[in-house]
Nanobody
Framework: QVQLVESGGGLVQAGGSLRLSCAAS????????MGWFRQAQGKEREFVAA?????????????YYTDSVKGRFTISRDNAKNTVYLQMNSLKPEDTAAYYC????????????????????WGQGTQVTVSS
């Protein structure tokens, strides 16, 4: 069993920054890709970013982002702390959503998983609200 707990959400003005954290406990963390998803009110959950278990040792690189956050968001991980982060800069009102971290269901994946069905453990979410 894996427990994921997100933190760091809040209310911020457009153009501001937030750093989300996701602390994992339980079973293996370091051998799995980790992802961030978000769900705005009344909308479907969408993929935001994923970070490789390998730190970039396979051809796909170390991280993958949805187009709308490229250049603004950065995903990182600290395997020693079993924690994954999402640094969000230049926030926009359309970034307002509940943000969830999740663990890939397949260890040492060699492709990027962008569907929620590819992840088996989820946190409870943290709300990010960006005011205009």
């Amino acid at each position: 069993q894996v427990q994921l707990v997100e933190s760091g959400g809040g209310l911020v003005q457009a153009g501001g920054s937030l750093r989300l954290s996701c602390a994992a406990s339980g079973r293996t963390f370091s051998g799995y890709d980790m992802g961030w998803f978000r769900q705005a009110q009344g909308k479907e959950r969408e993929f935001v970013a994923a970070i490789s278990w390998s730190g970039g040792s396979w051809s796909g690189g170390s991280a993958y982002y949805t187009d709308s956050v490229k250049g603004r968001f950065t995903i990182s991980r600290d395997n020693a702390k079993n924690t994954v982060y999402l640094q969000m800069n230049s926030l926009k009102p359309e970034d307002t959503a509940a943000y969830y971290c999740a663990r890939d269901r397949i260890p040492r994946r060699q492709t990027w998983a962008t569907s929620g069905d590819d992840y088996d453990y989820w946190g409870q979410g943290t709300q990010v609200t960006v005011s205009s």
